[in-house]
């Protein structure tokens, strides 16, 4: 049921990021850079910014893992792309007013891309509504579930078991999207970079 809801967006092109998306877009990579580059990279640019030396802070960005697609390929590239290896997420991001918020819409589009482009990446739609202080992320539960598999308590892989067991209703609720806070994705992604850092 869920990939029949899917397939009705896959003939639709996606839109160009305007200056608003393009803001929300560099906000969330900014964060994402506090944990996949090093921070003397991260404190660098945060002073340039705040010099507004716009040169140096570009020639800065070239050194960083963390970067906005070219629009221009569509969805050969998420929203936003950091090197390979280091995040397990293909993320898009959206910050709409009321009638253009679409999260699930978001999500299903980088469901989509994944499978266009036969990634092996983990679905996650970063989304914000004009007005709202909290950012939310919506992922499947299954892709939440083994991005927690990661956390040093293992509490992901316990998760993944119970639900391995169930039902065939409990797996198809696995495919199903999720929403978790900002805070919580990037406290996972964390634990993940950790992990694989060894």
């Known amino acids: 049921m869920a990939n029949q809801k899917l397939s009705k967006s896959k003939g639709k092109k996606r839109a160009k990021s305007g200056p608003k998306g393009a803001a929300f877009e560099a906000k969330i990579a900014t964060m994402l850079r506090t944990i996949y580059d090093p921070a003397e990279l991260v404190q660098a640019m945060t002073l340039a910014a705040k010099a507004k030396q716009r040169k140096e802070w ?116 696995m495919a199903q999207p999720v929403r978790l806070d900002l805070g919580d994705w990037l406290w996972l992604l964390r634990c993940w970079k950790e992990r694989a850092d060894g």
């Open 58 to 173: 570009s020639r800065l960005l070239k050194s960083s893992v963390v970067r906005r697609s070219e629009q221009a390929r569509g969805a050969k590239e998420a929203d936003l792309v950091v090197d390979p290896g280091l995040c397990p997420c293909w993320i898009e991001c959206q910050d709409a007013r009321d009638s253009g918020h679409t999260p699930l819409a978001k999500y299903a589009q980088a469901v989509l891309d994944i499978e266009d482009t036969k990634s092996d990446l983990l679905a996650a739609a970063v989304c914000h509504k004009t007005g709202e202080k909290k950012i939310g992320v919506w992922m499947s539960l299954q892709d939440l579930v083994v991005l927690a598999a990661a956390q040093p308590d293992g509490a992901g892989i316990r998760m993944g078991a119970a639900f391995q067991v169930g039902t065939s209703e409990a797996v198809e609720s």
